[in-house]
């Protein structure tokens, strides 16, 4: 059996405008969507159950439901599917938020209520205020049961998840336990996640999303119902987040959040506030739309079905091709302690720093280190200090690039640079043997694009050089916003298939710059196999805890590993306006060089 | 790189440069020495690239030969009777000889009076021996002022933008991560630059041996210090890299003034991109001086105005001047009406 998860349509302009779901356009998207999912299955019937997890209007724009009731009602005709053949959940767009708050719960969820009534599958087996149970039996003959929840249930008119009495989570729980066999396949759709890979821990509109998006209560009854479903196929789909992931526990407790299928391709930023509400910032958003395909079985087979805008956020019309790809399972670990009985799951676990992990660098070179380090110590080119790594975090310790891999004058025979291209041009050929015709360098920042330029002289491959300025993050956008992207992509067009990419930057800390290029460079390339990523560092402490994103590179490599530059959350350092001024000129100035 | 790429090809010959074959094959740790690698390479540019043409290699700055590197090669040009000529091969005349009497017997063996060149075989009588060096430069030249043109992207609709970092406009911009991008494009514009660098100090009478001076190269940019390493490196000049110096970002980085040291007796040599209103170099001027240091000249890919505009202020020596280059670009003044 496979279901179709799409979710956060966002219907906002739909007369005209950069939507592909807008009223002109919304058939032909679906319609090149559906012939993707049957080249994609080659069967007959390859959908028999269709998921929609919630805001399907944008901000209440209730006068859209009855276009995203024409949207569902043409999906499921193209797969051949009655409308009885959707679940639908509401979501917090979808909410009437002033009603909500006086208290009257019916009326702020009417608009969707009477929008979703028409997508019910056969009579539910219980049917309550913030939940219902339905049992679905498919063309196939195969038996599934559903459990569809309102999470905004409770949330006092406030934009947040609901919360549930444990008086609700228990009888909920217990409705599942009654109605559905042990062995029968569970789906749980709700709006808001219960389930968060800190991997994807949405940087985009909020400082502190989780606690505006993470659904407690729905966490509290998962850990119940799975008590009494250790060996039964539950999966459950989220929308919400407009970032995919997908986790399971064991075999047989899945999560996926989909992206959206909705949203305005022209405007590709949101706008960051601050807590008074005034725009700070403007984040850069995927153009991508998706939906998820979920073949419900022992094997749990994920195909995500992406649509790409190619055009400029300038033009009205889209331009792009739906792709298929078929997900990689990520197993998780559900429990820290070995003391804590594994069904009891709580949220803290789940929400981790994202410094968790220990990524393995792999020292090329004994010798160069030991340069690097000796020219360190003569020079005395490390400064222990505050220096911004990322948005959150800060690196104690900084080394003066200039002056360990310069000259300081001409007699000063330093070939600490030279022997670094050196050594990099023998590990690529030899160790990584990559193919040069169809690998792209990365130089990120000075020393990145010196060491980049001068590899690609010895190798033939074609470097491309970014700055990451701003904490780590590369203006992307279309035209003059970043041209390295628009050179990127000619690159990228010149050689054809692209195999590997590889990143070189001259000091490793967090590992956010990294992990944002691959994830920002991933998406740049939607069409097509995903390349291979490595990267390589003058310097990378090895010790340091980093990014879990990093443990998706192939290699990642570095000329010093053993020099202890430590990085730890802004969170946990005192205010910089308590420290003194950095700036010292005096000292620095007149100085005699050595 | 493929072999092709190390030569610029003529209707009358192909041409390579030795420091750049050094480089391409061994690094920048010793590019004035011909080692193994090189000598194989040269091999193979000889029997494989355009044989029917006469090779030119260019061996200025190259001082030496070690473990008979060009045995092979010269064995090769037996083999090919393929006709080479050698360029300022001051470095390398006594190996040439060598190797020629030992493995060209039979070949014309020849030294055209005023003219720094070596000719083993008997290339077509159309090249002009006296002048093959200013030829060579020529040659060298209008290539890279090629790369540069097609470093130039035109704005969409051929609109007019505020440039970055001076009041114009213009209908594109000049991107050198393009001649980046591209190996070939990239190794060719390192070595005019070095030329040129080499050149101007000449003329200028800069000399740095027995003066109380140091010189070092300084760059600013992003783009322009690809470019500027590889000169570090075949010049012996060190290199100084200030991060973020350009005009539309904050003019100094904590690091870099935490990282400022006395410079009283540095003469910098500015390297950069793409100029228009000097202001980048200007600024690098004034970090200079900040360190006690001097920057008197500026070496650039590409200048809108002539040199003489700044005379004033610094000695600008552009690889090319943006409006001959043919390229469609076009620059006006920056028009805020009443």
Not at chain 1, 460 to 468: D, L, S
Not at chain 2, 135 to 159: G, M, Q
Not at chain 2, 195 to 224: D, H, P
């Amino acid at each position: 059996m496979k279901v179709l998860h799409i979710t956060d349509l966002h219907l906002h302009q739909i007369d005209g405008g950069g939507e592909n779901l807008r009223k002109g356009f919304f058939r032909q998207f679906l319609d090149e969507l559906v012939d993707k999912i049957f080249e994609q299955f080659e069967e007959e019937n390859p959908i028999d159950l269709v998921v929609a997890t919630g805001d399907f209007v944008n901000k209440a724009l209730f006068e859209n439901f009855p276009h995203a009731k024409s949207i569902l009602v043409h999906l499921l005709d193209r797969l051949g599917l009655p409308e009885s053949s959707c679940i639908t959940c509401i979501g917090n767009h979808d909410l009437n938020f002033e009603l909500e708050k006086e208290g009257k719960i019916d009326e702020a969820r009417q608009a969707y209520t009477d929008f979703a009534k028409d997508f019910v599958p056969d009579a539910p087996l219980m049917d309550e205020e913030f939940f219902q149970i339905y049992r679905k039996t498919t063309r196939s003959d195969e038996e599934v049961f559903i459990l569809s929840m309102d999470s905004t249930y409770n949330c006092q008119g406030n934009n947040v998840p609901g919360v549930l009495s444990q008086g609700e989570i228990e009888f909920c729980a217990n409705a599942v336990y009654e109605n559905v066999p042990r062995d029968s396949a569970l789906i749980i759709a709700c709006h808001y996640p219960f389930f968060i890979s800190e991997q994807v821990m949405f940087p985009l509109e909020e400082d502190d999303w989780v606690s505006n998006h993470f659904w407690k209560s729905g966490r509290d009854l998962w850990n119940i119902i799975r008590k009494g479903r250790q060996k039964s196929i539950t999966i459950s789909f989220f929308g919400d987040g407009h970032q995919p992931f997908y986790l399971s526990v064991d075999n047989n407790h899945h999560f996926l959040m989909t992206g959206m299928i909705g949203g305005n391709y022209s405007e590709p930023f949101w706008n960051k506030r601050d807590a008074d509400g005034d725009v700070i910032g403007k984040i850069p958003y995927s153009k991508t739309n998706e939906i998820r395909v979920v073949s419900v079985s022992d094997t749990t087979e994920i195909y995500t079905f992406k649509f790409v805008n190619k055009g400029s956020f300038k033009l009205k019309s889209s331009n792009g091709v739906w792709s298929s790809k078929q997900e990689t399972k990520k197993n998780y670990s559900v429990s820290n302690s070995p003391q804590k009985d594994d069904s009891e799951i709580q949220p803290e676990q789940v929400i981790e720093p994202s410094l968790q992990t220990h990524i393995e660098i792999r020292l090329i070179g004994h010798e160069i280190q030991r340069q690097i380090i000796s020219r360190i110590r003569e020079r005395k080119i490390y400064t222990l200090n505050r220096y911004t790594a990322s948005s959150e975090k800060v690196s104690l310790g900084w080394v003066s690039m200039n002056r360990l891999l310069s000259n300081d004058k001409h007699s000063d025979k330093n070939l600490i640079l030279p022997g670094i291209i050196d050594k990099s041009v023998k590990w690529i050929m030899e160790d990584l043997k990559l193919n040069v015709e169809s690998i792209i360098l990365i130089g990120i920042d000075f020393w990145g694009s010196i060491i980049a330029s001068n590899i690609a002289v010895r190798i033939g491959a074609r470097p491309v050089c970014f700055t990451m300025r701003k904490e780590g993050r590369i203006m992307l956008g279309a035209g003059s916003a970043n041209p390295e992207f628009g050179l990127f992509r000619k690159v990228v067009d010149s050689i054809g298939t692209l195999t590997d990419v590889l990143i070189i930057t001259d000091v490793i800390s967090s590992g956010y710059a990294l992990s944002n290029v691959a994830a920002k460079i991933r998406v740049f390339l939607e069409e097509g196999p995903s390349p291979r990523f490595s990267a390589l560092s003058i310097i990378a402490d090895k010790n340091q805890k980093r990014e879990k994103d990093l443990a998706e590179f192939a290699e990642i490599a570095s000329f010093c590993t053993d020099l202890p530059i430590p990085v730890l959350d802004k969170a946990d350092l005192p205010e910089e306006d308590i420290l003194p001024p950095k700036i010292s000129h005096s000292p620095s100035i007149g100085k005699v060089m050595s | 790189m493929r072999p092709e790429e190390l030569i610029i090809n003529t209707n009358n010959f192909i041409l390579a440069k030795l420091i750049g074959i050094n480089w391409k094959s061994n690094g920048l740790a010793s590019p004035f020495m011909v080692l193994n690698d090189a000598g194989t390479l040269l091999t193979t540019i000889l029997t494989k690239i355009e044989p029917e043409k006469p090779l030119i290699i260019d061996c200025k700055h190259v001082i030496n030969e070690v473990d008979r590197s060009l045995e092979s090669f010269f064995s090769a040009i037996h083999n090919t009777n393929r006709p080479v000529i050698f360029v300022n091969h001051d470095g390398l005349a006594p190996k040439i000889d060598t190797y020629t009497s030992e493995f060209c017997n039979g070949l014309e063996y020849r030294k055209p009076p005023n003219s720094n060149v070596i000719i083993i075989g008997s290339p077509p009588g159309t090249i002009q021996f006296e002048k093959l060096e200013s030829k060579i430069s020529d040659l060298v030249a209008s290539e890279v002022k090629n790369y540069i043109a097609r470093s130039f992207i035109k704005n969409e609709n051929d609109e007019f933008a505020l440039l970055p970092s001076t009041p114009m406009q213009s209908n594109g911009v000049f991107n050198a991560g393009i001649i980046i991008a591209n190996p070939k494009w990239f190794y060719w514009t390192c070595i005019a630059l070095f030329e040129l660098l080499v050149t101007k100090l000449s003329e200028t009478g800069f000399n740095t041996l027995g003066s109380q001076k140091k010189v070092k190269l300084l760059s600013v940019s992003l783009r322009a210090s690809p470019f500027a390493s590889v000169v570090s490196f075949l010049s012996g000049f060190p290199l100084e890299i200030i991060d973020q110096l350009g005009p539309k970002h904050k003019i100094f980085d904590i690091h870099t003034l935490e990282d400022i040291q006395s410079e009283t007796n540095t003469e910098y040599l500015y390297f950069g991109d793409y100029t228009a209103g000097g202001t980048e170099i200007k600024i690098a001027k004034t970090y200079a001086s900040v360190s006690g240091a001097g920057l008197s000249k500026a070496f650039v890919l590409g200048s809108l105005h002539h040199p003489k505009v700044f005379i004033d202020y610094f000695d600008l020596y552009p690889l090319a001047r943006l409006k001959q280059l043919g390229c469609g670009v076009e620059y006006r003044f920056f028009d805020i009406g009443e």
